[in-house]
């Protein structure tokens, strides 16, 4: 497709189980960005894939959340023993490169509701 | 922390230019100013960036000062369709864009 695409557009679970998001990029984008935006917030940072380097993590909330991504394919956010204040949109970005001379265009975004 | 300082909201009439401000007197040298904005429900739509020249895409326009201390967007004819959050970034070395609570525009009729 032309755009960054997310799947599931919406998740209704309970609490304590296990959600896990899907991120397909814009093809030949190298760089993968997760953001989370809780109601009425703005957005926040969680994790950033380039290429086979290793993933900036340091937007991660606890160890609770991780992500994966194989080369410049697709990547997954799993969200473990899910809390209700894990409720929010889980946004995908990608772009051509690193660097910040490169926009990042965005996925529709997992609206995610926890029981 | 977001870099950016803008109002909380704006109106525009429709047809007529909308001009949105941002402040980011912390700037540094090699940090690039970036606009996207956030229809409702939606996710971000990137508009334009620039570092220090003036900038304009189909979209907007982006006029930054020469200190690089402020800069603002331009959209030419506002129609219904901009309403919208619109957020101003400084994006630096990180990759990571750091959102700030934005100008929410009205554009009305």
């Known amino acids: 497709g032309a755009g960054v695409s997310q799947s599931p557009s919406n998740k209704v679970t309970e609490k304590g189980k296990d959600v896990e998001l899907r991120c397909d990029p814009i093809s030949g984008h190298t760089a993968l960005y997760w953001y989370r935006q809780r109601l009425g917030q703005g957005l926040e940072f969680l994790i950033y894939?380039?290429?086979?380097?290793?993933?900036?993590k340091s937007g991660l909330p606890s160890d609770r959340f991780s992500a994966e991504r194989t080369g410049e394919s697709v990547s997954t956010l799993t969200i473990q023993r899910t809390q209700q204040e894990d409720s929010a949109v889980y946004l995908c970005?990608?772009?051509?490169?690193?660097?910040?001379?490169?926009?990042?265009?965005f996925g529709p975004g997992t609206r995610l509701t926890v029981l | 922390d977001a870099k950016t300082t803008q109002p909380p909201s704006m109106d525009c009439a429709e047809g007529r230019a909308a001009n949105l401000p941002c402040n980011h007197s912390?700037?540094?040298?090699?940090?690039?100013v970036y606009w996207y904005r956030q229809i409702h429900s939606q996710g971000p739509q990137y508009i334009i960036h620039?570092?220090?020249n003036n900038e304009t895409n189909e979209m907007a326009s982006l006029i930054i000062t020469e200190d690089r201390k402020s800069s603002t967007l331009i959209l030419p004819h506002a129609t219904l369709r901009d309403t919208a959050v619109y957020y101003c970034i400084v994006r630096d070395y990180t990759d990571k864009l750091i959102f700030g609570t934005g100008t929410r525009l009205q554009v009305f009729p």
């Open positions: 620039g570092l220090k």
């Open positions: 894939f380039q290429g086979n380097s290793a993933p900036d």
């Open positions: 970005a990608t772009s051509r490169a690193s660097g910040p001379y490169n926009e990042q265009f």
């Open positions: 912390t700037i540094s040298g090699n940090e690039y």
